[in-house]
């Protein structure tokens, strides 16, 4: 089709995905028990090493603060085009270590880092606030969701839409341009709105907020260290503003902001991932127990971020079943656990982008299975009018209102660009037109 031609057919989908997507796991109460998989692993892999877990903080925090040291002291010096590459491959590489950080303050929250509760609460409350993380109302939150994954009516988080509830505009973002659009918001706002506003969170009868001790997430002992949290975030968050004071804002934001956005994205883009897939079943209070809901759960890969993320995205559902394990003991037991899960153990080892792609478009809400009552697999079929605005280079858009929000969203892009590179600009004393742009950020 030529640029801005139209057609009645909807463009073919991908057959493999597709056959990805039918390849559902098990749903029935497994033939083996959670003490049988226990036996399968081997005794270490239960030890928590004091020692050990310290050297991956120390490791973590050595190279961010090289990272950190680098940035200030020699992008400065590098040439207007190298400068320009280097900021932004400071903050992925930073944002990605920060996650491994994140990755440990989330492993003493479990309980996984020592065995000592006190020593874990204090490692995880300080490195957490750092990143702005409420660490005793998160880790309690993210208790219950452990507690009670894959359950409809009780889970915590990405807790997936049945279709009668759907909202009224979902049949509008179900087409590229709304796709794109629900993930940028999703991987940039995601986190902050979640801890503040509990979106994509339980249904619970009244306001809930992790900031909040009295909200229904908690319990009243534990409203206290909930107070707590708030005191650890509001502490970094007063050193933050001392730096804007004494290095100005947009080198705070530069140097500690974007990292931050990398780390708070990468998070949702995980957590989503490892709890979203067509062949994932969710249960309602008629079907669910723990033992499934912990095994509805999907490991991926994510390359050499395994890595550096503590293998938390290839070991999730070892994870699930034993919280208390230690990441470095995870990635074996994973390999000793997979012949007793059989069927049960879910790997997708499909490329990172495509498969948010894929599950952005195929899992919209869940509908109950025809065959097994109380059982809910993933589905995207809404009423939408299906015709195409193909606009070449592959993209199509849904009707003409897919390609009004295409146009819409094109210019409000550049606008924010335009809008973005005037103030850094001005605040740097630079002429916002004379396209030196490179000279802005060496000036940070």
Same mark, same amino acid.
């Given at each position: 089709?030529?640029?801005?031609?139209?057609?009645?057919?909807?463009?073919?989908?991908?057959?493999?995905?597709?056959?990805?997507?039918k390849k559902?796991v098990?749903?029935?109460k497994?033939?083996?028990?959670?003490s049988q998989?226990?036996?399968?692993?081997?005794p270490?892999c239960f030890?928590r090493?004091v020692?050990r877990?310290?050297?991956?903080?120390?490791?973590? $925090?050595a190279?961010?603060?090289?990272?950190?040291?680098l940035?200030?002291?020699?992008?400065?010096? #590098?040439?207007?085009?190298?400068? /320009?590459?280097?900021?932004?491959?400071y903050?992925i590489?930073?944002?990605?270590?920060?996650?491994?950080?994140?990755?440990?303050?989330?492993?003493?929250?479990?309980?996984?880092?020592?065995?000592?509760?006190?020593?874990?609460?204090?490692?995880?409350l300080v $490195?957490?606030?750092? #990143?702005?993380?409420?660490?005793f109302?998160?880790k309690y939150?993210h208790?219950?969701?452990?507690?009670?994954t894959?359950? #409809?009516?009780?889970?915590?988080?990405?807790?997936?839409?049945?279709?009668?509830?759907?909202?009224?505009?979902?049949?509008?973002l179900?087409?590229?341009?709304?796709?794109?659009?629900?993930l940028?918001?999703? $991987?940039?706002l995601?986190w902050?709105?979640? /801890?503040?506003?509990?979106v994509s969170?339980?249904?619970?009868?009244r306001?809930?907020c992790?900031?909040?001790?009295?909200g229904?997430?908690?319990?009243d002992r534990?409203?206290l260290?909930i107070?707590?949290?708030?005191?650890g975030?509001l502490?970094?968050?007063?050193? $933050?503003?001392? #730096?804007? /004071?004494?290095?100005?804002?947009l080198?705070?934001?530069?140097?500690?902001?974007?990292p931050?956005?990398?780390?708070?994205?990468?998070?949702?883009?995980?957590?989503? *991932?490892?709890?979203?897939?067509p062949a994932?079943?969710?249960?309602?209070?008629?079907?669910?127990?723990?033992?499934?809901?912990? !095994?509805?759960?999907?490991?991926?890969?994510?390359?050499?971020l395994?890595?550096v *993320?503590?293998n938390?995205?290839?070991?999730?559902i070892?994870?699930?079943l034993?919280?208390? =394990?230690p990441?470095?003991?995870?990635?074996?037991?994973?390999?000793?656990?997979k012949?007793?899960?059989?069927?049960?153990?879910?790997?997708?080892?499909?490329?990172?982008?495509?498969?948010?792609?894929?599950?952005a478009?195929?899992c919209?809400?869940?509908?109950e299975?025809s065959?097994?009552?109380?059982v809910?697999?993933?589905?995207?079929?809404?009423?939408?009018?299906e015709t195409?605005?193909c606009?070449?280079?592959?993209?199509?858009?849904?009707?003409?209102l897919?390609?009004?929000?295409?146009?819409i969203?094109?210019? !409000?892009?550049v606008i924010l660009?335009v809008?973005?590179?005037? =103030? *850094?600009?001005?605040m740097?004393?630079?002429?916002?037109?004379s396209y030196?742009?490179?000279l802005?950020?060496?000036?940070?």
């Amino acid at each position: 089709m030529g640029g801005g031609g139209r057609s009645s057919a909807p463009k073919q989908r991908n057959s493999g995905e597709d056959e990805v997507s039918k390849k559902r796991v098990p749903h029935a109460k497994p033939p083996f028990s959670l003490s049988q998989v226990k036996k399968a692993i081997p005794p270490h892999c239960f030890q928590r090493s004091v020692i050990r877990s310290f050297s991956y903080v120390f490791y973590d $925090l050595a190279i961010a603060s090289s990272l950190f040291y680098l940035a200030l002291n020699y992008f400065s010096t #590098l040439p207007n085009n190298l400068s /320009l590459f280097a900021w932004p491959l400071y903050w992925i590489i930073q944002g990605s270590v920060l996650t491994g950080v994140w990755v440990i303050a989330h492993e003493c929250g479990h309980h996984a880092f020592s065995d000592y509760q006190w020593l874990d609460d204090s490692v995880g409350l300080v $490195l957490h606030s750092f #990143l702005l993380v409420p660490y005793f109302s998160w880790k309690y939150s993210h208790r219950r969701h452990h507690s009670n994954t894959g359950s #409809l009516e009780r889970d915590e988080v990405f807790v997936p839409k049945t279709k009668a509830s759907i909202r009224w505009y979902s049949k509008y973002l179900n087409n590229p341009v709304g796709r794109v659009l629900t993930l940028f918001i999703t $991987l940039t706002l995601g986190w902050p709105l979640y /801890l503040a506003f509990n979106v994509s969170g339980r249904n619970y009868e009244r306001f809930a907020c992790h900031y909040d001790p009295y909200g229904p997430i908690y319990s009243d002992r534990e409203r206290l260290q909930i107070y707590v949290s708030d005191v650890g975030v509001l502490a970094v968050c007063y050193g $933050l503003y001392k #730096l804007v /004071l004494a290095k100005g804002f947009l080198w705070v934001v530069c140097v500690y902001g974007v990292p931050l956005m990398v780390v708070n994205a990468l998070l949702v883009l995980i957590t989503f *991932l490892q709890h979203t897939h067509p062949a994932v079943p969710h249960y309602d209070s008629s079907e669910w127990d723990w033992f499934r809901g912990a !095994l509805a759960t999907v490991d991926r890969d994510y390359g050499i971020l395994n890595k550096v *993320l503590h293998n938390i995205t290839d070991t999730h559902i070892a994870h699930h079943l034993f919280s208390t =394990m230690p990441h470095y003991h995870a990635m074996e037991a994973t390999k000793a656990i997979k012949p007793i899960l059989g069927d049960y153990y879910h790997f997708d080892g499909t490329s990172v982008c495509k498969a948010m792609w894929r599950e952005a478009r195929e899992c919209m809400y869940v509908d109950e299975d025809s065959k097994n009552n109380g059982v809910y697999w993933y589905n995207n079929k809404v009423e939408w009018v299906e015709t195409w605005e193909c606009l070449g280079f592959g993209f199509c858009f849904t009707s003409d209102l897919g390609y009004a929000s295409y146009r819409i969203i094109s210019w !409000l892009v550049v606008i924010l660009v335009v809008d973005i590179y005037i =103030m *850094l600009s001005c605040m740097v004393g630079g002429n916002p037109f004379s396209y030196d742009f490179h000279l802005i950020l060496r000036k940070l």
